[in-house]
């Protein structure tokens, strides 16, 4: 794991920067940037790029578990869920020099860093070829979510406000080709492993090899979206991609309450004196439980050893659905509307019910990846410092994901199945790793060789009965806590069919995409904003009809 002392100097104000919503964003209002920008340091000009990207990831990681329920997604209708202020401070982060609006939490964007950057580097004396090879990766990667989030991306226009002050959008798929572009440029500028100069990179420690592997990765990432097979296959027969957990690519956290707190968000939202404040998906706890598996004492900690309505008689106060007679949609399709057992005490796919006293009953995040507490059974409380102290990652492009990712594109069911149970072996082996962040744990309860053993050899029986359900489910499994790719494979896919519904019965179209940021629309007369969620993306024509 790579250490988080090195990222603590670098002042990331993660308590503004890491919440698990989107009220919070990173405020850079101490800019390298507020100097002219052939004054500015360019290692903190490098250093703003990395944390208006990591900000990014996480929003967009969110968004994404609620849809495909990894996490849980309050409100029962999904346009009046996700108006057009979802994407403001992500428009912001990729692009903009303040002045996007109130709450963006943006002084100045990676775009406008990166031109700093290049004018930076075109003095004769300075080469800052590492900080722009970094910055393009991760700007390439930027562009690529911001097609698959709202269907189209500024480029041609971006960027220069003098000439065009209302920037154009471009198509998806032009934009994609841009950011293969902007990918080819990077690893240009990185191949000479080009001294660092002092910049602080918080995710690969100026790792240039790293940095290429992951550049191969995000290109596999288009390929894998667009279905461009031949691709796809040149970048895995090169063999320089994230392939071994040594080179997966996440954003570790720190134990510091204050100034700053560089605490995993989760884990400053769960490890409260009052007690945890998330609600836990029904859907992924329910799914993993029933398959005993071994990541579940890990992802989640339960603070009560039974749930009312399951094993525990219902109870109006602490969980009112528990008395409630589910709707007829979920009874026809069978599935659990409130209570999952053991104490899996979270709330289904639209749950809409206020708040009860339930933050010392429900099930809180765990060690991984929050850097909470390991279930040992012990169904004591969350609070402050507990487990991990909140020093967990932020987990990106894992290799457990690109195992899944190759699964997907193989040719035959038998290697997809390979790629299945590999990405599982993977991740189990990751997360069992962060047991020993919770110092007072019993690690007896750890799952054995023997138990990780079995749940992969009835996982793969599971998968020959039902191969879309079982890869889609344990592949989303996979994802938790990184799930930005989850929407899209539910997009192309249409699986798995095992979801919860929501509580309502007609929520409205399924989101085939986001809405405009508004700030946007509001600041450039060229734009007009949606009306609705079902704009298509350019690489899933027809949308996504067996969505819900």
Known sequence: MKSFIKYITIVFITGALLNSCETTDLDLRVSPNDL???????????????LAYATNMQVMSDLSAE?????????????????GSTLNGVWSRTYSSGGNGAGDGVQVGMLTNIQNLE?????????????????????????????????????????????????ELDSGESVYNEAFNLLDEAEALLAGDPNPVGAVDIFYDEDTTKWVKLINTIRLKGYYTTNNQAAFNQVIAGGNYIETAE???????????????????DFAADYTPSGANIYQSNWIMETMLNNNDPRIRYYFYRQSETTPGADAPPDEETLACSLAQPPQHYVDGGFTYCSVPNGYWGRSHGNDEGTPPDNFTRAAVGVYPAGGRFDDDSFGNV?????????????????????????YMAGDGAARKAFMLSGLTK????????????????LDLEPSEADVTAYLDAIGAAYDADPENVYAEQYFITMYGG??????????????????????????????????????????????????????????????PTCY
Request: include cysteine.
């Open 36 to 50: 002219a920008a052939d004054q500015a340091d360019p290692n903190l000009l490098l250093t703003a790029i990395q």
């Open 67 to 83: 849809l495909v329920r990894i996490d849980y997604m309050f409100g029962r209708d999904y346009f009046n869920n996700y108006p």
């Open 119 to 167: 004018a930076l580097n075109e003095d004769p004396d300075t080469d800052l070829s590492f900080h722009l090879g970094v910055a393009k990766t991760l700007y390439a990667h930027q562009l690529m979510l911001l097609v698959d989030f709202i269907g189209e991306a500024a480029f041609s226009q971006a960027g220069n406000p003098a000439e065009f002050p209302a920037p």
């Open 247 to 265: 080179d997966d690519f996440y954003l570790q956290y720190g134990t510091s309450e204050l100034q700053p707190d560089n605490r995993h968000p």
């Open 383 to 407: 609070g402050l410092g507990l487990g991990g102290a909140g020093a967990g990652v932020e987990p990106i492009i894992m290799s457990s994901y690109v195992d899944f990712w190759q699964g």
């Open 427 to 442: 991740s189990i082996e990751t997360v069992q790793t962060f047991g020993g962040l919770d110092p007072n744990a019993d």
């Open 483 to 544: 799930s930005t790719e989850a929407w899209n494979y539910y997009r192309l896919t249409g699986a798995p069919n095992t979801l919860l519904p929501n509580w309502e019965a007609n929520p409205g179209p399924f989101p085939s995409s986001f809405l405009l940021p508004q700030n946007e629309v509001i600041t450039n007369p060229g734009l007009e904003q949606r009306t609705s969620l079902t704009t298509e993306v350019f690489w899933n024509p027809g949308g996504c």
